[in-house]
């Protein structure tokens, strides 16, 4: 089929769930990609935070045939070596004592509702079941988790949503304080909002959600589905506030681009979870385990937290400089390599014209456009972006 074939047969067969870019991407290597006309780009999109290694990473190609060879998938009716191995890989290296594993970031989250809930039943005679979740979060879209993201654009339709949820300003310790009451299970968060808008919390609002947690006897759950795996410079992003929390949720880059979510506890909360409270058919397979465990052993090894350190620096400092040099630029934020450049015209438009001239970016929310590329990019690709960028905002601004 030719590139206009395979775009019409997407409208007609596919659910029109998707905006999607007019471009069908066929290869790709590192942190380059192309597409079905042989053109390249440079990927700062990386599967929405997913791809860490870049593409086809040589660890990840070799685990991936490795377990393929092995043992592909069995069901948790029994153990599972790759499983075990990467449940103890992620606790040694985090706040966490257990992992339960699934297959998305939205599955995730559920898993960290349904354990708080759990765990306040277990814990207080009271009804509690209230979670604190901020104003332009995104926590996924099953029914619990799009009630929790709460954006009404997502909502819209599908009412009645799930109750148990309280939204207060992000940001904002205050609103939190006086949201908790005698109902109220924990508080949800991600340390850095994507979706909605690149938002990076002041320095004391992690640790102010922990101590308010601690004081009301509550639990603090962190959605590092897209912070975590060494996305905002260290390996979770909880990390640079010192601020661990009860239950932390994974998943964009966890497998490096194989389809995995992971909720990881306390011990003390992990417990209400016993035999059948519980499960996922796939979460956790021997085939994903191994790749995840692959990716996760590789971040590690080549310090790719290290690596979008440095590089994310460098990157800020760069779109920071535009804001004077360009009309439509209005601010560059970011931690590592999330970056988010906000513009006084419509996002989508500065991201188009980026593609047409071969870079890849994406959208969080209306007036942001946002990096999150491959963790081993290099000032090099850095300054590629830069130039493509350049000629796009002055392309736009016209
Ligand atoms: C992407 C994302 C999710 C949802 O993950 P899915 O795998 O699409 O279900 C949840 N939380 C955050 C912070 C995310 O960025």
Redesign the pocket.
Known sequence: MTTQELIAASSKYLANTYARFPLVLVRGQGARIWDSDGKEYLDFVGGIAVDALGHCHPKMVEAIRAQAEQLIHISNLYHIEPQIRLAQLLVEHSFADRAFFCN???EA?EAAIKLARKWAKDHWSSDRHEIIVMHHA????TLATVTATGNPKYLHGFEPVVPGFKHVPYNDLKAVERAIDSRTCAVMV?PIQ??GGVNIPGDDYLPGLRRLCDEAGILLIL?E??SGMGRTGKLFAYEHWGAAPDIMTL??ALAGGAPI?AMLAREAVAQSFVPGTHASTFGGSPFVSAIARAVVRTMLEEDLPGNAARVGKYFLDRLSALKGKCPIVALARGKGLILGLQVTVPARDIVTACMRRGLLSLTAGDDVVRFVPPLIITEADVDAALTILEAALAEVAK
């Open positions: 998305s970031g939205a989250n995104f926590h996924g879209r991600e994507g979706e959605d589905v897209q998943a964009k979510g």
